[in-house]
C-alpha cells in the first residue's frame, strides 16, 4: 500500500520520519510518500542508502500555534504537511496518513479533508495494547472528552470492525471499561451506554469490564469515554512507570542482583515499552472516512516503521468497506423503524 | 484512641479483624471494640494471648444480599455489626469506626448512623498512597459515580484537611486529575471543577494534574469524581499486575536470574503490595460525621492492623475539628454574600 507520512509533526521532525519511512519500505515494502519541504527531505534522505518505495510530495508551510487556535490555524494553512497528507488520501493518491503532530490538529485536519464515514456520529482513536495474553483495542483515548450513550454504541462498532478486519479476531467481544462488572453498575453515562450498547445489532458484547482485567483476555474491544479512556491509560502509564522505577531501585539495592541488572535491563525497557500504548504504531482516528493514524510527538524511527505498518495492514484490509457498509446498514435499518 | 471494629464484614471475618485488633493493640496500643456475635468472637481470641484493650460489643444481626438493596437492607437491619460500630461512633463510645464490609453497606450505614458534616454536600471516599516521593491522597475513589463542579471542589477541602491534620502536610497542594496539565482542558466536568477549584478559599490549588505525574510528587491531594478515580486506580492496579507479571516472567526465562529471582520476589510483592491502594489502612469516608474507615473485602490481619492505625491516628488529630470548622467558615461567608 501507500502510505501519506507527514514529515514535519512531532519533536524529531523530520530525521526520525525519514528513517522510519526508510526502514519501514525495506522491512515490508509499504511505499512512503514523505509529505514536507522537498528541500530539507532531499537532504535527510541523502544521508541514508536509496529506497525509490520512499518518495517526496511537497507542502510548504508548517502551522506553529498555540492549543487555543488549533482548529482554526489547520483550516487556514491549506497547505500545511499535515493537510497536505490528508489531501493525498482524499484524492487517492495514497491508501492512509499518518503524522506526529498536535493530535487536536491532525484530527481537525483529517476531518476538515477527508470528513466522516456517513453514520458515524464521532470519530474515535483508538490503539491496540499487546499484552500477553492477547491484543485489546482501547477507544475512545481523547478524541471526545464528553460523550454520549450512543457515541458509545458506535466506538464499540468501530472497534469491532477493526479487531476484525485488521486484527483478525472473529466475533470480537466488545467490553465496557467500567467502576464494577454487574449489570448496571457506573454512572449515567456508563449505565445508559450499556443498554446501548446492548441493544447494538451486529458486534458481541460481554458487558462491564473493570480496570483490573484489562490485562486478562477478558475482551477485544474496550469501550470508553475519551475523558476516562485518556486518564486512565495515562494513570497506568505513570503507575507502570513507578512500578519499573522501584523494581530498578530493588535490583541496584542488592550487589548480589547488580550483574543480574545488567542484563535484566533491556527486558524491563522491553516490559516498560509494551505498556507506553503511544509507541508502538500510533492510534487509529476511526470514523473518518479513510485510514488516518497518529503517532507520538515524541516518535523515533522504530515508533514511525510500527505506524506505517499499521497503517499498511489497514489500508491493505477490509476496514474502511466494513465500516461504510455497517454504518449505512445501521441507517438504514433505524429508517426502517428498527 | 478507642476504635469501633466491625468483626462481621469482609471475606475473612472474624478470623483476621480480631488477630488485625490484637496485633494494632500491642503495636500502637489502640484500644479496639470488636463487633459481631459474642460467642464467635469469644471463641476466636481464646485462641490467642489475651489483651485487655480488646474488647467485645456485641451484635447479632447479619446483613445477606445482593447489590441492589443494599441501602433498604442496612436501614431494615439495626443491630448489624456494622450499625452497630457506626453507633459506637454516634454516642461518644468509640472515636472511629472500621469496616471491610461491602462498601455501598457501610457509606450507607456511616451516613444514616452519623450523618454529614453540615455544609458537606457529598462524602467521598479517600485514600494515600505511599509512593516514594512522597503521599498523596486522592478523593474520590467511587462513593460517587456522578459529580458536579461543587462537589470536586469540596473533596479539595476535604482532602486538604485530611492532608493537613492527618497527613501532616503543611498549606498542602491541590490538583485536579485531568487529560491535559492546561488550563481549561478536559471534559465538561474538569473544566467546570477547574474555575470552581481555583475560586475556593482556603486551599492551594495547583492546577491540572496528568496520570503521568501521579507519583511525582506534583501535588499532595487530587481530586477526581469517582467514576474516573475508581477506574483510573483499577486501570493501574492492573497494569501493575501485569508489569509485575512481566518482570516475573522475564527472570525465569532465564537461568542466570533465577537465583536472584528467588531472592527478588519478596521485594517485586512489596512493589505491588505499595500500588495496591486498597491494602494499606483502607480508605477513609470523608465529610461524614465521624471518623469512619472502609477496609478491602479481602483484608488480613495485617490491612486490619493499618486501617486501625489510620483510624487512630485520624480520631486523635484535629481532621474533625477541622472539617467542621471549615465548612461552617464556608457557610457563614457563604450567607454573608461571597
Given at each position: 500500500m501507500r502510505v501519506a507520512l507527514d514529515?514535519?509533526?512531532?519533536?524529531?521532525?523530520?530525521v526520525e520520519q525519514v528513517k522510519g519511512a526508510l526502514i519501514a519500505a525495506q522491512e515490508f515494502g509499504v511505499e512512503v510518500l514523505l509529505v514536507g519541504p522537498p528541500d530539507l527531505l532531499e537532504a535527510e534522505l541523502a544521508k541514508h542508502p536509496r529506497n525509490s518505495r520512499v518518495s517526496i510530495v511537497p507542502s510548504l508551510e508548517t502551522i506553529q500555534m498555540g492549543e487555543e487556535e488549533i482548529v482554526k490555524a489547520v483550516r487556514s494553512h491549506p497547505e500545511a504537511s499535515v493537510n497536505v497528507a490528508m489531501g493525498l488520501v482524499k484524492d487517492g493518491r495514497a491508501d492512509a496518513a499518518v503524522s506526529a503532530g498536535n493530535s487536536g490538529a491532525v484530527a481537525a485536519s483529517a476531518f476538515f479533508m477527508?470528513?466522516?464515514?456517513?453514520?458515524?456520529?464521532r470519530p474515535a482513536l483508538g490503539t491496540l495494547i499487546p499484552f500477553n495474553s492477547g491484543k485489546l483495542f482501547v477507544l475512545d483515548?481523547?478524541?471526545?472528552?464528553d460523550c454520549r450513550p450512543s457515541h458509545m454504541a458506535q466506538f464499540g462498532v468501530m472497534g469491532s470492525a477493526f479487531m476484525e478486519?485488521?486484527?483478525?479476531?472473529?466475533?470480537p467481544r466488545v467490553g465496557l471499561l467500567n467502576?464494577?462488572?454487574?449489570?448496571?453498575?457506573?454512572n449515567d453515562l456508563t449505565a445508559e451506554s450499556f443498554d446501548k450498547l446492548r441493544e447494538t445489532p451486529g458486534i458481541n458484547f460481554v458487558g462491564n469490564v473493570e480496570g483490573v482485567e484489562i490485562?486478562?483476555?477478558?475482551?477485544d474491544v474496550l469501550v470508553t469515554d475519551g475523558f476516562t479512556g485518556n486518564v486512565a491509560l495515562k494513570v497506568g502509564e505513570g503507575i507502570a512507570d513507578y512500578i519499573l522505577q522501584e523494581v530498578r531501585a530493588t535490583i541496584k539495592s542488592s550487589i548480589l542482583f547488580l550483574a543480574a541488572a545488567v542484563l535484566l535491563k533491556p527486558a524491563l525497557k522491553r516490559s516498560l515499552k509494551s505498556l507506553n500504548?503511544?509507541?508502538?504504531?500510533g492510534a487509529n482516528l476511526l470514523g473518518i472516512n479513510g485510514v488516518v493514524l497518529i503517532a507520538h510527538g515524541r516518535s523515533d524511527a522504530v515508533a514511525f516503521k510500527n505506524a506505517l505498518r499499521v497503517a499498511d495492514l489497514a489500508s491493505g484490509s477490509h476496514l474502511m468497506e466494513k465500516m461504510r457498509a455497517t454504518f449505512a446498514e445501521a441507517k438504514a435499518s433505524s429508517a426502517a423503524g428498527r
Open positions: 514529515a514535519m509533526g512531532g519533536d524529531h521532525a523530520p477527508l470528513g466522516r464515514v456517513p453514520g458515524v456520529e483515548l481523547g478524541a471526545n472528552a478486519e485488521v486484527g483478525g479476531v472473529v466475533n467502576m464494577g462488572e454487574e449489570d448496571g453498575k457506573g490485562h486478562k483476555n477478558v475482551c500504548y503511544e509507541e508502538y504504531g
